[in-house]
């Protein structure tokens, strides 16, 4: 019994829980105090759990509920419970846009938003170049550098570390 209530619990968490894994989080908070899995001391001790583990929040934290309320195979239902909404909307989607991918209407679409992704992205990047986060001539060197290995198709992971060695042998450790 236990495992159908993870399952249907985090199931509609997936399905209902828009914004992100915080604004997840108070779902999250509302189907433990309901079904009494947890206390609300545990549930700050998970928060900061699922925050210090890799990957999103919301994923961490049905891992841990699961976990804590069912054991190894409670994890896993409540993990794929949290998971299936999203995936099952991906197939569908995915398989929708296979038929329609040559349509000229769709093209143009995909064409029109290109520059506006960039565009959000670009905006975001820029808010974050302020005095407080240290911006100067040795950031924009080490963003030029990134951006032409990047257009010299330089492995994204490789990037990232030559790109993290540098800004520590130019700032130094603090």
């Given amino acids: 019994?236990?495992?159908?209530?993870?399952?249907?619990?985090?199931?509609?968490?997936?399905?209902?829980?828009?914004?992100?894994?915080?604004?997840?989080?108070?779902?999250?908070?509302?189907?433990?105090?309901v079904?009494?899995?947890?206390?609300?001391?545990?549930?700050?001790?998970?928060?900061?759990?699922?925050?210090?583990?890799?990957?999103?929040?919301?994923?961490?934290s049905a891992t841990y509920?699961?976990?804590n309320t069912a054991g190894i195979l409670g994890s896993v239902i409540a993990t794929v419970a949290i998971v299936l909404p999203s995936f099952i909307l991906m197939?569908?989607?995915?398989?929708?846009?296979?038929?329609?991918k040559d349509n000229p209407y769709v093209e143009a679409a995909f064409a029109g938003l290109r520059p506006a992704v960039i565009g959000l992205i670009a905006a975001a990047a820029l808010l974050?170049?302020?005095p407080e986060n240290f911006i100067d001539?040795?950031?924009?060197?080490?963003?030029?550098?990134?951006?032409?290995?990047?257009?010299?198709?330089?492995?994204?992971?490789?990037?990232i570390a030559l790109a993290g060695a540098a800004g520590w042998l130019i700032y130094g450790v603090s």
């Fill in 128 to 130: 974050l170049m302020t």
């Fill in 35 to 60: 079904h009494g899995w947890m206390t609300p001391a545990e549930f700050t001790d998970m928060v900061a759990i699922s925050q210090m583990t890799p990957g999103p929040i919301a994923i961490n």
């Fill in 65 to 67: 509920v699961g976990f």
């Fill in 91 to 100: 197939i569908s989607l995915c398989k929708i846009y296979m038929k329609v």
């Fill in 1 to 33: 019994m236990i495992y159908l209530q993870l399952f249907i619990s985090f199931f509609k968490i997936g399905l209902f829980g828009f914004g992100g894994g915080y604004a997840i989080l108070s779902l999250i908070q509302h189907e433990i105090e």
């Fill in 137 to 159: 001539w040795r950031s924009v060197l080490i963003f030029a550098v990134a951006v032409t290995a990047s257009l010299l198709k330089m492995h994204p992971i490789l990037l």
